[in-house]
Structures are given as C-alpha cells and as structure tokens.
C-alpha cells in the first residue's frame, strides 16, 4: 500500500547491504528494526482499526482523527469547508502532498449524500522534518486539512446531511504506521459543539496556508548544471526563504537552501536531485518567507536542459 514511500527510500539507500529493506524515514541505523516493526504493526493494525475516529486513542494510532466544519450549517449551490483534524501524539508527524524523501499523503476517501462533491485538499504550508541525508515536508501538533464541498443547487435549507470519509494516513515517529479510520460529520450537528473552535481553527489555517502568487511579483529558474537558481522579485529584499518543491524528485531535499537577498527580491540556489533524469519546463512549490507569507509559485526554467 506504500510502496511508493519504499522505492524512494530505496534509491537513497543504494549502499545497504542485499536482504535490507527500508520502510520509514530513516535509512540508516534504526533501518533494519523499523522494518521489522513496520510488518509487525501492520499485523496488528488488522486488530486494532476497526473502531470509528471517536475510540481512538493515543496509545493504539499516535493520532486523534476526526470531521469538523467552518459553520454548522448548509447553502444551496454554495461551497462548504469541512475538514480532516489530526490532533497527533508529540513527537509524531504526518505527511505533506509532496512528503520529501519518503513517507504517503493522506488519502480521503468520501461518503457524501446524492449530489454533494468534495474537491481537492487545500494543503496547510508544510514544515521540514528529519535530519542528515533525509528531509520529509510535513506535519506535528494539531493538523486541519481542509476540502471544499459542493453542496447541491436543490439543497433544501435545514435539512440535516450526514458526511463520511475513509482516511488512510501513514504517522512517523521513529517507526512508520500505516493507519486507517473513519469519520463522520452532521450537519447541522445533532448536538451542542464547539463551532467557534472549530472556525477559528479553519481560519488560522487559512491564515497560514500558502496563497496565489501576488500580481506583479516574477519568479524564474535558471538551470546552471548541478542547481536550480530560484529568482524571485517582489519588490523588496527578502532577507529568507524556504522554498518546499510540488514534485519529487526534482531537489534535493537535504541540501543546504542558500539565500543571496537583492533590492528587489532573492535568488534562492537549489542543488538538483540525483533522481532527475529529464529536464523540467517549471518548478512549481511553496515558497515560504515567514509566518503566515507562504505563496504558490510556477518559475519558467531557462538555460541549460
């Protein structure tokens, strides 16, 4: 089920002695022990996941999972943000739509009444977790993934609806987990909640979600061999950056990102991946700044193929 994580792990690990397989983050020592755990947890899970999001507990998944929604009830025609809430063991992490050099997004699957569809997740700006040759793009602490739902046109106001997802999600600590689980949402809610709570939580998220890029600013990549210079102007030295690629495997993602501020903006200077073999028309990511100043970003890339 994730493989995917594996064989980009794997490629980082070329030098580990045949009958070694890789299953988490780290590929160096915990290695050979993380993927013992890996198959034995797997096993176990089998057990342990048939329960609904509200009896889960730390102690069996790391991770409290459940469906909340900006407002608590419904317009016709209208979009509505429900989200996934992750509220995760300390220490534990789960991943972002490009998860880095190894580790799965999570991955929703809905039960939605007759004529409502969901969109596509708006990804919170990640964090960079790891150390050494392994840096995955991700998340700790309290997590919301948002997702627009369309609610039908012939939507009868007050009439209550009932929201279901599947959600598969890997966690990582020092061992990965695969895990599973369902949720549910009413809306309206059959009984007293803390909607405030719960819209302030879609706000900060929102807050501090990458937004478009601003009309006026430029991006653009220049292609000089081993590295991507990432140029941006917006108008003002920007003294850092850290820039968070779309699609793997077109940085590295352990290397250093060095920063040269200019009048007018920054280039920041990104060493290639290993794993591009074929040249790219665009870089496209998040570019984050600071606090709450993380923009979406598509750079044309000139110069060497």
């Known amino acids: 089920m994730y493989s995917a994580c594996w064989q980009r792990t794997l490629k980082r690990a070329g030098r580990l002695p045949a009958g070694y397989n890789v299953c988490g983050r780290d590929i160096h020592m915990v290695a050979f022990a993380r993927c013992f755990s890996f198959r034995l947890t797997l096993w176990l899970l089998g057990l342990a996941f048939t329960t609904a999001a509200a009896a889960q507990s730390f102690t069996v998944t790391h991770a409290k999972v459940s469906l ?30 490009n998860s880095g050099d190894s580790g799965e997004r999570p991955k929703i699957q809905w039960q939605l009444p007759p004529g409502f569809q969901a969109k596509e997740i708006r990804w919170p700006t990640p964090v960079r977790l790891g150390a050494g040759t392994v840096i995955d793009y991700g998340y700790e602490g309290l997590v ?12 009868k106001a007050g009439k209550p609806v009932m929201l279901s997802a599947d959600i598969r999600y890997l966690i990582c600590r020092e061992v990965c987990i695969p895990a599973k689980t ?27 979600s990458p937004k478009a890029w601003p009309t006026g600013w430029k991006a653009q990549v220049s292609d000089n061999g081993g590295f991507f210079l990432l140029s941006l102007d917006t ?7 850290t820039f968070f690629p779309l699609e793997e495997e077109q940085i590295d993602n352990s290397a250093a990102q060095s920063v040269a501020p200019y009048p007018r903006g920054m280039v920041i200077k990104l060493k290639k991946s290993d794993q591009l073999l074929k040249p790219i028309s665009a870089l496209k990511g998040v570019v984050v700044f600071g606090a709450g100043r993380a923009f979406e970003v598509t750079a044309p890339v000139s110069g060497k193929k």
């Open 144 to 155: 919301l993934l948002p997702v627009p739902i369309q609610v039908p046109a012939d939507y």
């Open 182 to 208: 369902q949720a549910s949402l009413a809306i309206p809610p059959t009984s007293a909640g803390s909607q405030a709570e719960d819209s302030e939580l879609f706000r900060s998220t929102f807050e501090n």
């Open 235 to 241: 108008g003002a030295s920007e003294p850092k950056a």
């Open 68 to 97: 909340i929604a900006e407002k608590n009830s419904l317009q016709a025609g209208q979009i509505t943000w429900v989200g996934v809430l992750f509220d995760l063991e300390k220490g534990w992490h789960i991943y972002w739509v």
